[in-house]
């Protein structure tokens, strides 16, 4: 079946520190891939996403690259800050359906 | 344009009582999807809904749990005799529909609404 495997967090970093959150997953067909950002008390925000292999999503300063060979899409960013701080949550949606799979997410921690 | 709206963005019901979420999409969206967000996990489907119709109701819990999306009026989502396990995030996303085609792939999110049983 289809599913996102996040690395666990908590993840602490000190204010522009380098950021990777791993993200792979396993899917049928071709999905579309997809980051999203949950500040605290918010709701779920569009961070970047990918279509197609090779495609590198980026906004804010953060970068993902689709990679289908190690079916993986790596969250990066060269220098942190504080108001980073929040839950990053990989996401696929398959070709032609409408169901997004989610990984569990990744707490940020920022610090001073 | 105005983004996904949910209300209310915090519910606390008893055990027993129903609880009504509601989710006002994106103008000119058509598509509305319900998703459950539980403590320190990931977003779960629950249900695809188009104006009038359900179309995939399969992450629904079988008992309790119902969905609408009227011709006019926001989509609700609708849980009779709540319990403690309900307790959740509900988050509603809408997506437009491409001209001639598929449902667009990206899917707009609310606020959603925290919902605490006690």
Redesign the interface.
């Known amino acids: 079946g289809n599913s996102?495997t996040q690395m666990e967090g908590p993840v602490t970093l000190s204010e522009e520190a380098f950021l990777t959150i791993n993200c792979t997953y396993t899917a049928t067909g071709y999905p579309?891939l997809f980051w999203?950002v949950q500040y605290p008390g918010?709701?779920?925000?569009?961070l970047l996403?990918a279509?197609k292999a090779d495609d590198k999503g980026s906004n804010k300063g953060f970068e993902a690259t689709y990679r289908k060979e190690t079916t993986s899409f790596h969250l990066e960013k060269g220098s942190v800050q504080v108001s980073d701080s929040a839950v990053y949550?990989c996401?696929l949606?398959v070709s032609?359906t409408?169901?997004?799979?989610?990984?569990?997410?990744t707490r940020l921690k920022v610090l001073a | 344009n105005a983004g996904v709206m949910?209300n209310p963005r915090h519910l606390v019901r008893r055990r027993g009582q129903e609880a009504r979420l509601r989710c006002s999409p994106m103008k000119g969206h058509s598509?509305v999807?319900w998703?459950r967000q539980l403590p320190?996990?990931?977003?779960?489907?629950m249900v695809?809904l188009q104006k009038e119709n359900i179309i995939?109701e399969s992450?629904m819990p079988k008992e309790r749990f119902s969905a609408e999306f009227p011709k006019e009026g926001p989509s609700i989502l609708r849980i009779q005799q709540v319990v403690r396990g309900d307790s959740a995030a509900y988050?509603c996303?809408s997506?437009p529909e491409r001209a001639g085609g598929?449902?667009s792939?990206?899917?707009?999110?609310?606020?959603?609404t925290r919902l605490t049983v006690t």
């Open positions: 996102v579309s999203y918010e709701g779920l925000q569009l996403k279509t949550f996401a949606s032609g409408y169901k997004y799979i989610f990984g569990t997410g | 949910q598509h999807y998703y320190e996990e990931g977003l779960k489907f695809y995939d992450g988050f996303a997506s598929p449902i792939y990206e899917q707009y999110f609310g606020p959603g």
